[in-house]
């Protein structure tokens, strides 16, 4: 029989809904029935497409025996990480702070207070690795609360003491300069990996927002260093097996340091990051192994995530069906020199040399993950694209891994920045379409009569949870991209109005300090506050550039003053931990740039207007912004008493309050605004 989490909306959530465990969902109701039957609280937080959380799932939540036990000692919550960032983060920092590590699933034990007195992540059905088994850890838990409670309560109030007085060390208030900058440079040059690409050792993940902060350096500074590791960087990932070389899109990320073998889930929110900027590094560099990979990246997105309701689902899992009835990581992807043939024939030998496969394989039991290693020799394009037809329509054969189709407002952003600037540069007006789709169910769906956001939505329905920073940043950075590229003023309106909640919602009017929670949001036993970006940009750096981007757009003075002081704490990080901090750093970037406003202003219809508009938009300017529209417009701000020049569709940049004179020369204005090599 169903549990409670049969009336969710969440795919993981849903997935625990026939699990003999007698599961909550993350409620009031939940911590009262705890207070009741005088029981601890396991609180157990994951997402749809973590392998490990459906290997514990599968050992323990559909144990009979386990479920009996749970049931009679604890009142037990599951949570989906993605719909309630918030309560992940709380408690996650507590279990860093215990335990010196984290990750999912993760397993905390709480009082009915929601104070966490014992941490975990995975824990086995049997002992093993030094670990206890799930078993164990339950008896312990229910002994030492029903026999040494006192200890237990201590326990907890001293955690939740500890993790108030981890309040944020905010810095100055004044912003980041040119020696930050450099010092974070420096620090990510130590950081470097020289030999394949990319930052730090295994497990390596791709780093798209440092990358979009070396692009932004290389173009206000000329440093050929920064652009040399984003270039290098960007190319051995796109070589590796972390890029799907036959479908497009990445994998979450490396499980080693050569970028070989992937942990195979593909998750949305990296792929909007890399699209993007892969794209921006066309933009730089006018590679066509970037242009490639932003639109097979941009393609994926739109073939394989995007719902009935014109959104972006979440992710795919990493697990499927090997066709044998077993549900493998990585099934999907790995192909074996047999395989090959089957589908191949005579052609099979010269697949597997150009996609690296080989008889002793990448992966497990003789199975290659598909990379594109370098050769000496030159492969006939038109046969090659033949052989990854062949092998991509094979490949849809097999049994498809799973999706999550939750949509979630803060990725749908990040997926509509990316699609509009993609879609813009290649002449791709599908992709704009996709990006503007998109945009559409967030206002209607996730945004209520007073711009609120909601958190999430499946198949059209409405999530319970509120927007955290991160979704009315994202979101907003999102509209402000398709203002730029559409020119029309309705999408600069609506990231006003999300910019406004920042604002008043999130911001510490005194220290100008970033929360991750509204202010009128459900109080946990922290607000939580984080500004280091990881997998995504923090909810804080985000703010920061959405801000910062507005202002330029606006002249609205209350939004810069709120973005230089949210930068503050890039100047205290960003030479500390480069790496962590990289969307603020780009935004740094953009701040110290102006950054650049630009109009262009003639008809629409007028090649002459969209040649400048498309120069306007390949300008590697960091942050720079850009208005389109006819000179009488009134759609956006930027536009205002901007008429032609001698009749002529004309282009005005503007940086920190002085305008260079308009021109129409498409030349000058690619010089005015940073060309790139771009074509």
């Not at 609360?145 to 810095?171: F, H, M, N, P, Q």
């Not at 979440?314 to 499927?320: E, F, G, K, R």
């Amino acid at each position: 029989m169903p549990n409670r989490l049969a009336h969710e909306t969440s795919p993981y959530l849903l997935q625990h809904a026939d699990n003999p465990v007698d599961w909550w969902p993350w409620s009031a109701e939940a911590f009262d029935e705890a207070r009741k039957r005088n029981v601890p609280v396991l609180l157990s937080v994951g997402y749809s497409s973590c392998h490990w959380c459906h290997v514990m799932a599968h050992e323990s939540f559909e144990d009979e025996a386990t479920a009996a036990y749970l049931n009679e000692h604890f009142v037990s919550v599951k949570v989906d990480r993605e719909e309630r960032p918030d309560v992940d983060a709380v408690y996650m920092e507590a279990v860093q702070a215990a335990t010196g590590q984290g990750g999912w699933p993760m397993t905390v034990f709480l009082t009915a207070d929601a104070e966490p007195f014992y941490f975990g992540t995975y824990f086995p059905p049997t002992p093993r690795h030094g670990m206890p088994a799930f078993r164990q850890v339950l008896e312990g838990v229910h002994s030492a609360w029903t026999e040494r409670r006192g200890e237990v309560t201590e326990v907890a109030e001293k955690i939740v003491r500890d993790l108030a007085g981890r309040e944020l060390s905010y810095g100055d208030a004044s912003v980041p300069g040119e020696e930050e900058l450099a010092g974070a440079l420096l620090g990510l040059t130590r950081e470097y990996d020289a030999q394949y690409g990319g930052f730090g050792g295994a497990p390596k993940f791709p780093s798209s927002m440092v990358i979009e902060f070396l692009l932004r350096h290389h173009a206000r500074t000329g440093s050929e260093g920064a652009l040399q590791m984003a270039a290098d960087t960007g190319e051995r990932m796109a070589r590796g097996g972390i890029y799907d070389q036959l479908g497009g899109g990445f994998a979450r990320y490396s499980v080693d340091r050569e970028w070989v073998v992937p942990h195979f889930e593909k998750m949305l929110y990296d792929n909007a990051l890399l699209c993007r900027v892969y794209a921006h590094l066309w933009r730089s560099t006018g590679s066509d192994l970037a242009r490639r990979v932003a639109l097979e990246t941009a393609d994926f997105m739109v073939r394989e995530l995007r719902t009935n309701e014109g959104g972006f689902a979440s992710a795919l899992d990493a697990d499927s069906d090997d066709g044998n009835g077993k549900h493998v990581e990585g099934a999907y992807y790995v192909w074996t020199p047999e395989q090959f043939g089957e589908v191949l024939g005579a052609d099979a030998e010269l697949a597997a040399d150009y996609f690296g496969v080989t008889e002793e394989g990448t992966f497990e039991e003789g199975a290659s993950v598909l990379q594109l290693p370098q050769h000496e020799g030159v492969f006939d394009a038109e046969k090659i694209d033949g052989i990854r037809g062949r092998l991509l329509a094979a490949r849809a054969e097999r049994p498809a891994p799973g999706r999550d189709d939750k949509v979630v407002a803060a990725w749908n952003g990040l997926a509509v920045a990316a699609l509009a600037e993609t879609g813009a540069y290649f002449e791709r007006p599908d992709l704009v379409e996709a990006a503007i789709g998109a945009a559409d169910l967030l206002v209607r769906l996730h945004m209520d009569d007073r711009a609120r956001l909601a958190r999430t939505s499946k198949d059209g329905q409405v999530g319970a949870n509120a927007g955290v920073l991160e979704d009315y940043a994202d979101v907003a950075e999102g509209f402000l991209a398709l203002a730029g590229v559409t020119g029309e003023g309705v999408w600069l309106e609506f990231a006003g109005f999300l910019l406004d909640h920042v604002l008043v919602q999130f911001t510490d009017s005194e220290s100008g300090a970033l929360y991750d929670t509204a202010a009128d949001a459900e109080r946990l036993i922290r607000r939580p506050q984080d500004p280091t970006d990881n997998a995504t940009p923090s909810g804080w750096n985000a703010a920061a550039g959405a801000l910062l981007s507005y202002a330029a757009q606006t002249g609205a003075e209350p939004h810069r003053t709120a973005a230089e002081r949210a930068l503050g704490v890039v100047k205290a990080l960003g030479p500390r931990v480069p790496r962590f901090v990289g969307w603020g750093l780009a935004a740094a970037e953009a701040l110290l740039d102006g950054p650049r406003e630009i109009a262009v202003v003639g008809p629409t219809e007028d090649p002459a207007t969209r040649e400048l508009h498309r120069a306007a938009l390949l300008g590697t300017a960091p942050g720079a912004v850009v208005a389109v529209g006819t000179a009488d417009s009134d759609e956006l701000p930027l536009l205002a008493d901007r008429p032609l020049v001698n009749g002529e569709p004309s282009a005005y940049v503007c940086r920190n309050f002085t305008c260079d004179a308009p021109t129409s020369d498409v030349q000058r204005l690619r010089e005015a605004v940073g060309g790139g090599n771009a074509v």
